[in-house]
């Protein structure tokens, strides 16, 4: 897996991500002892909000970015952004008001919002093999994991000798040092496209993932991603300190085993994809975290919950959620000519983020009104509806060719090469405006 690292293009990306999810994760520690400054007792409300703020303008924001991404200079439309990222953090430690950390908050993930379909698009054209690809997106996956452990234990040793403030001026660093290793090497330029109207434009990365059966399917099982991931962010501190009444490291090394699942999915799945398609991998993956979730509320109805037994539940589903988004972006490469990919990314983006936006405060809901086995059973119940779902819309005959007929250009279209039936891989676009075998 490691052996990509070799290609000195991706390589600077990659570091680039690294520094960068780094600052961003020394820039939650800091947010939440902002708002206990601001707003003491009600700092709960304040980080749901921001939390809010950040899913808002990520559904709103990437399609957006995404319809403009082919028109500019890759390099210097992510390097802009870096930097405006890196200002907004420049500037929350001197705020006074709460309405100007939400204000800096929207800005800066904003920015997020247009820089990550645009860098992930951009991966598949510097690494165009599968194979490296596929070990690329390990890779990627590898790294939002460490960056869940590492980041908080760094921001505990700098909390030793700094004031939280000065954790902003590190997520100052991370963008910087990302918008440096972009800058420090030439990346693929967008081809050139036809001229589209705004709403065309705008659109364009939705309509083409809404048509692609597997791409439907693939938001499905963002859902069950979504029910089971929102289950552990947003409950484990209540299963930890309220239930068990243990300590936050025990609250840490809980969410130690998740992402440790996680890891060692990332390690095994390059492997594993060679051998087999992305569609029973995937699906695999999302009844791994159904079944969790289920033997879980089971087992605390029988048993009552223990510390060990929720360790070893949520690392199962630390598995099972990346066996699912691993190879998700495997499915929007295939499903998208290069010129369209960062629409097409950015939709995934915004609209795997909308099922996180409607699984978090289904989760808190449960938890607070019914408990813990409810939330469990429920949320379980959403991740098997997204399964269900994903397996009608996501034919297992998914070929890599599809044969299919043209009326709808003339004879001498260059597509057709003189034949009008022809096999090709399937891709929506002009020429194949629907998901078919007739045109």
């Known amino acids: 897996m490691l052996s990509i690292l070799a ?54 924001v990437a399609p957006v970015a995404g319809a403009f ?42 920015a997020s919002a247009a820089f990550t379909p645009t860098f992930q698009a951009t991966i598949p054209d510097v690494l165009p093999e599968e194979e490296r690809y596929t070990r690329a997106l390990s890779l990627s996956r590898l790294a939002y994991d460490l960056e869940n452990i590492v980041s908080p234990t760094l921001a505990a040793l700098l909390l030793t000798v700094m004031s939280y403030n000065s954790l902003f001026l590190g997520t100052v660093v991370g963008f910087l040092g990302s918008a440096l290793l972009v800058v420090s090497v030439l990346l693929p330029s967008p081809k050139a496209t036809a001229p589209r109207g705004i709403y065309d434009r705008t659109t364009r990365g939705i309509r083409i993932y809404l048509a692609t059966p597997r791409l439907r399917g693939l938001l499905a099982l963002n859902m069950a991603v979504a029910a089971a991931g929102a289950m552990v962010l947003v409950n484990s501190v209540i299963l930890v300190r309220g239930m068990l009444g243990l300590s936050e490291v025990a609250l840490a090394w809980t969410m130690f085993a998740f992402g440790f699942g996680s890891m060692i999915a990332a390690f095994v799945l390059p492997r594993v994809l060679d051998r087999m398609a992305d569609r029973p991998v995937m699906l ?122 043209h009326d709808n250009l003339l004879p001498d279209h260059p597509h057709l090469q003189g034949h009008r039936t022809h096999s090709h891989a399937l891709v929506i676009d002009d020429q194949h405006p629907k998901w078919g075998t007739s045109f």
């Open 7 to 60: 290609d000195r293009t991706y390589r600077h990306l990659f570091l680039a991500q690294i520094v960068a999810l780094l600052g961003t994760g020394l820039a939650t520690v800091a947010l939440g002892l902002l708002a206990y400054d601001l707003a003491g007792e009600n700092a709960a409300m304040v980080l749901g909000t921001v939390f809010t703020i950040k899913m808002v303008a990520y559904v709103g």
């Open 69 to 110: 991404a082919d028109r500019v200079n890759r390099r210097v439309l992510l390097v802009a952004l870096d930097l405006v990222r890196a200002g907004c953090a420049l500037a929350l430690p001197f705020v006074s008001e709460v309405w100007q950390v939400y204000g800096l908050i929207f800005l800066l993930q904003s």
């Open 284 to 405: 695999a993956g999302a009844g791994v975290m159904v079944a969790v979730l289920l033997a879980l509320a089971a087992a605390m109805l029988a048993l009552g919950l223990t510390w060990p037994m929720l360790m070893v539940a949520w690392l199962a589903v630390g598995f099972g959620y990346s066996a699912v988004l691993t190879p998700s972006s495997r499915l929007l490469r295939r499903s998208a000519h290069a010129e369209d990919r960062p629409a097409v990314f950015a939709a995934q983006f915004a609209l795997s983020h909308a099922c996180w936006l409607l699984c978090y405060p289904l989760a808190g809901w449960l938890m607070t009104r019914f408990g813990a086995v409810t939330a469990l059973l429920v949320l379980a119940l959403v991740a098997a509806l997204g399964i269900i779902i994903a397996l009608r819309l996501w034919p297992a005959s998914d070929t890599a060719e599809v044969e299919h007929t």
